[in-house]
């Protein structure tokens, strides 16, 4: 089974600043799939970014990137220019494989990320 | 615009109501559906795969017989939460994948369940 860990259930940042949120995994899968998923106030689970395990490149959103550190289960998500709009729960989450039916995420137990003005 | 409806987005009821919760996706066809259950503050946690046509697929220590779900059609999975306790009030979400994008899943805006 996969296990996934956030250990900082909050974080808070100045606007335009730079914040980094920590995420570690544990599994005995060589390809899988990282994602970060934010949920605001309003409850919506909105997928901020994406990585492919057997990428090494490190993806890139806009404002958001990750640390992907396969070899240490490691995958951080970095926030630049933070804004107010930021603020948030985010979820990190571990998912085997796709498939056209659909397949199960594995969440960490999240971040609650203010950004103060 | 969503991809995946869920219906009510909040429902209060007294102790041993039974509730539905209805989670649809729209414009696809989803032979899987995921059921989650958000305690405030906390993460989501997986309770059971629905399966179109087939029995749902429960997570260890959820009860089957408590959360009743029936995925009668490509578009429509339910979650009845029967004879419901005010331990049972949470964030429910569903998710399912549309196969024409490369997101994982697709939620809908959850339902707020308060049992007084």
């Known amino acids: 089974a996969q296990t996934v860990t956030q250990s900082q259930p909050e974080m808070s940042v100045q606007e335009a600043e730079t914040v980094t949120l920590s995420c570690t995994y544990d599994?005995?899968?060589?390809?899988?799939?990282l994602f970060w998923y934010k949920q605001p106030p309003s409850r919506q689970m909105i997928l901020v970014i994406r990585?492919?395990?057997?990428?090494?490149q490190n993806a890139t959103e806009n404002r958001f990137s990750v640390n992907f550190q396969k070899a240490a289960k490691s995958f951080s998500l970095k926030i630049s220019d933070s804004q107010l709009g930021d603020t948030a729960m985010y979820f990190c989450?571990?998912?085997?494989?796709?498939?056209?039916?659909?397949?199960?995420?594995?969440f960490g137990g999240g971040t609650r990320l203010m950004v103060k003005p | 615009g969503a991809v995946v409806s869920q219906h009510p987005s909040r429902v209060i009821c007294k102790s041993g109501t039974s509730v539905k919760i209805e989670c649809r996706s729209l414009d696809f066809q989803a032979t899987t559906m995921f059921w989650y259950r958000q305690f405030p503050k906390q993460s989501l946690m997986l309770m059971a795969t629905?399966?179109?046509?087939?029995?749902?697929?429960?997570e260890q220590g959820v009860e089957k017989d408590k959360f009743l779900i029936n995925h009668a059609s490509l578009t429509l999975s339910t979650l009845t939460v029967t004879s419901a306790h005010p331990e049972d009030s949470s964030f429910y979400i569903c998710?399912?994948?549309?196969?024409?994008?490369?997101?994982?899943?697709?939620f809908g805006d959850g339902t707020r369940l308060s049992i007084l």
């Open positions: 990585q492919e395990a057997y990428k090494q």
């Open positions: 629905s399966n179109e046509g087939s029995k749902a697929t429960y």
């Open positions: 989450a571990f998912m085997k494989h796709y498939n056209n039916a659909g397949n199960m995420l594995t």
């Open positions: 998710s399912a994948r549309d196969p024409r994008d490369n997101q994982p899943q697709h």
């Open positions: 599994t005995s899968e060589n390809n899988y799939y």
